[in-house]
C-alpha cells in the first residue's frame, strides 16, 4: 500500500497513478482541496532530504560546467598557458572535465527524478525507505 498523496493516509487507490485516499479523492471529485493540498509532501524529512540531494547536485554540476569551461576556453584564457603555446595536458585536462561534467549532470538529472517522482506518485527511493525503517519513522 502507498500513502495518500494528500494526508499520507495508506491507500490502495490511485489516481493517474499517484495514490490518493478514498476521502480526498471524493473532496478533490466535489472541487475541494484535500487536506495538505498547500504544501503537498513539501513539509516532511523525506522531502527535504530529496531536496537537500538535488541542491548538492546541482551545485556539484554548476562547478564541472565551469571547469569545463575554464579548460576549454581559448589558450591564452587558461592558467600555465599562453597564447603561444597551448597547455602541454590541455587534451587531458578537457577529456577529463567533460567526463566530470557527464557525470555530474547524470547525478543532477537523477536527484530531479527522485525529487519529482516523490513530489508527482509518492514513490519514496529505496535507500531512503531503508533509513526510515532504521530511524523507527
Not at 537537500?52 to 554548476?62: G, M, N, P, S, V
Amino acid at each position: 500500500m502507498a500513502a495518500c498523496f494528500f494526508c499520507g493516509k495508506e491507500t490502495s487507490l490511485s489516481f493517474g497513478g499517484t495514490p490518493v485516499c478514498e476521502e480526498c479523492d471524493n473532496l478533490r471529485e466535489a472541487g475541494k482541496k484535500p487536506p495538505r493540498h498547500e504544501t503537498g509532501r513539501t513539509d516532511d524529512s523525506i522531502f527535504q532530504t530529496l531536496k537537500q540531494q538535488l541542491e548538492a547536485a546541482k551545485k556539484r554540476h554548476d562547478g564541472a560546467k565551469e571547469n569545463f569551461w575554464k579548460v576549454s576556453g581559448r589558450p591564452g584564457e587558461r592558467p600555465g598557458a599562453s597564447a603561444d603555446m597551448p597547455h602541454p595536458d590541455g587534451s587531458l585536462l578537457v577529456r577529463k572535465a567533460v567526463s566530470e561534467e557527464i557525470k555530474a549532470r547524470g547525478e543532477h538529472l537523477e536527484a530531479l527524478m527522485r525529487l519529482n517522482a516523490y513530489l508527482i506518485h509518492g514513490t519514496v527511493p529505496d535507500d531512503l525507505k531503508k533509513k526510515r525503517k532504521l530511524s523507527g519513522e
